[in-house]
């Protein structure tokens, strides 16, 4: 589970990402809170902030990971981390002298803002050059799961000190955590880094990544995908807080208990996916996308705080689940010169559409109540998943078939697989079952099959399967016979020698 951890410069990125996340979820949360002290209670006011704070990923995104296809990462994300720890420490110097107002709240937010959005993609992009490729869904899981460590202590933490201190004292101690990556990525030994030749280097355009993604159905489905889920059912930082101060008459340290209970499920669905060895199926993510559409939909008719906090847990856990799978999608399936365009423009998608999603549930909790904006939000969930499920039953001509015997369940039925069924009177297709139903799926790392997270035809569960294992193995998954291009063969490169280590060839 934590085997990438043996190597020192993955341990030095996940041990500063830790503390700043921490540091930036004390700062978020306390940030809400002051916005709705500051605001007379509107969940517009938060809208606006949440908005502020994306606006510039929907600009600037694409263009960082052009820098993170033509420059070296490393230095591009200590520039970043330094810029967002200055804009963070002028905003705490404000709210601690007592003159904070609204709009210093959302001028702050647009300049964090600004430096996540360069941030975002090339640390996204970075990780593959911090581990060999057998490594990189177990490092891709684990900065998952250190990203819902802090969001799980993170808030509980701002919590408590709101109460006990001051909304200024947790800004404070914030702004001092976020400042952890810049020493760590300093500390890094640039020569034990795993990267690949650049060829073109000047010539790395967007427009190119754009093209390829468009060739490509299988980053198209997941990309897509998030970004209808990312900008409709991913906007908990507006719909939570205004849910326990409006509609439960919750106190601070009560408000982050929500966002706490949201993170233990997330922190379990993050920790589900870091035994996973090869790429995870489209239909793996399709399920993650149903149930995290039914979970949210089922939290949005909550009768009180209890019943909302329980239910959190799992929509927590697929929300990850599904989060985490598009990105192992992504990530495994992209060639390496286009791996910073294309994870920007997955950045795009699942942050950037983030004003327009917080603004509308902003809008919309505003006129007709909190509750209705998140179960809406799980209902456009699930039926954008719905919709995924078609388009890939199409584009691959699988098909689903119904069994009632021995057991209700579902199957997907490749035309392969079909094929030889017919003629061997044994179906060779995936089953699908619903959860605790035999060799159905119903929970992850659990059987083989569709419709619940943890395993699927070419799709390694945690602690099964088999795909990408040994730099030079070939990324796959169960759908390239189905209507996917062909596996890419990804040969991860050496680390440079010394004599290289501060540049790309």
Not at 92 to 109: S, Y
Not at 294 to 300: D, M, P, R
Not at 342 to 371: C, D, K, N
């Amino acid at each position: 589970m934590f085997r990438s951890l043996q190597v020192k410069n993955y341990r030095l990125f996940t041990a500063g990402q830790l503390v700043k996340l921490i540091g930036v979820w004390m700062m978020f949360t306390a940030q809400d809170w002051l916005v709705l002290e500051l605001s007379d209670n509107s969940p517009g006011a938060l809208g606006i902030v949440t908005a502020l704070q994306f606006v510039p990923v929907m600009l600037l995104t694409l263009w960082s990971g052009k820098l993170a296809d033509r420059y070296d990462k490393r230095k591009l994300l200590i520039a970043a981390n330094a810029a967002f720890a200055v804009f963070a420490v002028i905003f705490a110097v404000i709210v601690a002298a007592g003159v904070v107002e609204l709009w210093h709240v959302f001028v702050a937010a647009l300049f964090l803002g600004t430096a996540s959005a360069v941030e975002t993609p090339v640390r996204q992009s970075f990780v593959s050059e911090l581990v060999e490729l057998r490594l990189l869904p177990n490092a891709l899981a684990l900065s998952a799961a250190t990203f819902n460590v802090a969001r799980i202590s993170g808030p509980a933490l701002a919590g408590v000190l709101l109460a006990l201190l001051s909304t200024p004292a947790v800004f404070l101690i914030s702004t001092a955590l976020a400042i952890a990556p810049v020493f760590t990525y300093v500390r890094m030994r640039p020569e034990n880094l795993y990267r690949s030749e650049r060829r073109n280097r000047g010539g790395a355009r967007v427009i190119d990544g754009l093209r390829y993604v468009g060739k490509r159905h299988d980053l198209l489905l997941p990309i897509c995908l998030m970004a209808v889920i990312g900008m409709i059912g991913f906007n908990f930082p507006v719909t939570l807080a205004a849910l326990a101060k409006i509609d439960f008459n919750a106190g601070p340290s009560t408000f982050g208990l929500l966002t706490t209970c949201l993170a233990i499920g997330s922190l379990g669905g993050a920790l589900a996916g870091t035994r996973r060895r090869s790429r995870p199926s489209a239909y793996l993510v399709i399920s993650a996308a149903l149930l995290f559409g039914i979970f949210e939909f089922a939290v949005g008719f909550a009768p009180n705080f209890v019943t909302a906090a329980l239910l959190l847990v799992p929509t927590g856990f697929f929300s990850i689940y599904l989060a985490q799978g598009c990105n192992h999608r992504v990530q495994m399936g992209v060639d390496a010169e286009f791996r910073g365009r294309v994870m920007a423009l997955y950045v795009l998608v699942f942050l950037g559409t983030t004003p327009i999603g917080a603004s509308l549930s902003g809008w919309w909790g505003e006129h007709f109540g909190v509750p209705s904006s998140i179960w809406a939000a799980g209902l456009i969930s699930f039926v954008a998943a719905l919709g995924a499920l078609v388009w890939q039953l199409r584009v691959s001509g699988d098909r689903i078939r119904i069994e009632l015997r021995p057991r209700p369940r579902f199957r997907i039925v490749s035309p392969s697989a079909a094929v030889s069924s017919d003629a061997a009177s044994e179906p060779a297709a995936a089953s699908v079952s619903a959860p605790g139903a035999g060799s159905g799926v119903s929970a992850p790392g659990a059987g083989s099959g569709l419709f619940t997270p943890g395993a699927g035809s070419g799709v390694s569960a945690p602690g099964a399967g088999s795909g990408v294992s040994a730099p030079g193995a070939s990324v796959s998954d169960s759908s390239s016979a189905a209507g996917d291009p062909a596996p890419v063969q990804r040969p991860h490169a050496e680390p440079l020698a010394p004599s290289k280590a501060g540049a790309y060839r």
